[in-house]
């Protein structure tokens, strides 16, 4: 399956732009956002994706997420499709997501790096970052 090439809706691309530390940075792509979204670490990332999946860019969660305090990440969709949300790159590294399902209070789905290895299912947003860091350590 390659979904790094794949131009679909329910693709969401992280373009990792800085790594130090164990720490990485960059933006969040995807073709129903109204831009590309800036995070500044890991924690970050899963907020913006988490909201936009809340938003209508992914499958709707099977349970109510909690929160605590108002400190909650939004995004702004776009009514069209952002065609350059396909095209987005990282300076390091980009990935191709697509979140499958949200069960468990946790995502599952499917992450391609671009490398040419092909990618891997993953069975929650852990899993998700693990991948993510191993590659970026090779």
């Known amino acids: 399956m390659n979904l790094f090439d794949a131009r679909e809706k329910g693709v969401i691309r992280i373009c990792i732009d800085e790594a130090a530390g164990g720490v990485f940075s960059g933006r969040i792509a995807a073709p129903l956002l109204a831009d590309d979204e800036k995070f500044g670490d890991a924690a970050d990332m899963l907020l913006v994706i988490e909201s936009y999946l809340d938003a209508g860019g992914g499958p709707q969660a099977f349970q109510r997420g909690r929160t605590f305090g108002g400190n909650v990440r939004k995004v702004e969709l776009c009514d069209e499709i952002r065609e350059a949300a396909y095209d987005a790159?990282?300076?390091?590294?980009?990935?191709?997501?697509?979140?499958?399902?949200?069960?468990?209070?946790?995502?599952?789905?499917?992450?391609?790096?671009?490398?040419?290895?092909?990618?891997?299912?993953?069975?929650?947003?852990?899993?998700?970052?693990?991948?993510?860091?191993?590659?970026?350590?090779?």
Do not use: H, P
């Not at 300076?91 to 499958?100: E, P, Y």
């Not at 499917?110 to 860091?133: N, P, R, T």
């Open 89 to 138: 790159r990282g300076k390091l590294a980009t990935c191709a997501v697509r979140v499958t399902t949200r069960q468990n209070s946790t995502w599952q789905g499917y992450v391609d790096m671009g490398d040419g290895e092909g990618g891997v299912f993953f069975a929650s947003a852990l899993e998700l970052l693990f991948y993510i860091d191993g590659k970026l350590r090779k």
